[in-house]
């Protein structure tokens, strides 16, 4: 069962990304001209994600993949032309919706090319809800991409523990490194009226997370593998492997 404080924390960020930052959000993730800020961040992310995707066999035909945490869905994108059968899930049914109206035609009926010349590619089921839902089945890998961030180490962990229970062979995930310079944004958006607040990240000491995953006991049968650091202006997340042992 989740933790109270993982329920709560959830339902401020579902508010916030589905009602007070989507239109950023949405011009983030795409093409659109933004500011020198949300540059640094739009090329943070995409070198993130293209650093997950590195860690993921080139040919995922008859995976399954677990997007936990999608937004605008471009992860999930990228898996299913590799021939992955990829759910992709989010708190936020307005980027869920932004997800489907952006996926490629190819791709929605499976028609598209795969891996391989003349094959297809995988599917994608976008859908609305929690990463954590147990009716979602099991999956290959399962990768969450600044999904927890914003979590309490020990909740994040706890959410990590659940989703590997359906994993198969690898579980990818994020998390914002402890920094000086994140410490101060944390304390500076604190200031601001509570309305207008982004769901803070939260500061993770590196120790602190491997202590955590080594202790829990639904985590016994796995081991911390690759791990990359990605910092780009005001973007700073660092990328953990866990596979299964």
Do not use: K
């Not at 989507?22 to 961040?41: E, F, H, K, N, Y």
């Not at 032309?81 to 990829?86: H, K, S």
């Not at 599917?123 to 979602?136: E, Q, S, T």
């Not at 523990?161 to 304390?187: E, I, W």
Request: proline share 5%; charged share 25%; aromatic share 6%.
């Amino acid at each position: 069962m989740a933790h109270v404080s993982y329920l709560q924390r959830r339902g401020e960020i579902e508010t916030y990304f589905d009602r007070t930052a989507a239109q950023a959000w949405a011009r983030l993730t795409s093409d659109a001209p933004v500011g020198r800020i949300r540059a640094s961040v739009r090329a943070g992310r995409e070198r993130m994600r293209d650093t997950l995707l590195g860690w993921l066999p080139a040919d995922l035909r008859g995976m399954r993949l677990l997007d936990a945490g999608c937004g605008t869905g471009a992860l999930a994108v990228a898996a299913a032309r590799r021939g992955a059968d990829v759910v992709a899930i989010d708190l936020s049914p307005t980027l869920v919706g932004l997800a489907r109206e952006r996926q490629p035609a190819a791709l929605v009926d499976g028609a598209g090319l795969g891996v391989g010349v003349g094959e297809r590619a995988g599917r994608i089921d976008f859908r609305a809800g929690d990463m954590l839902d147990p009716g979602l089945g099991r999956f290959d890998y399962i990768v969450g991409m600044d999904s927890l961030i914003h979590y309490r180490t020990p909740d994040a962990v706890q959410v990590l523990a659940g989703l590997a229970q359906r994993a198969d062979r690898a579980v990818l995930f994020t998390f914002a490194p402890s920094n000086p310079a994140l410490v101060v944004f944390r304390a500076v958006g604190r200031l601001f009226p509570r309305g207008n607040r982004a769901p803070w990240i939260e500061p993770v000491a590196e120790p602190a997370l491997h202590r955590l995953l080594d202790a829990d006991p639904l985590l016994a049968g796995w081991r911390r593998g690759r791990t990359q650091r990605i910092a780009s202006g005001f973007y700073t997340s660092q990328a953990l492997e866990m596979v299964r042992s």
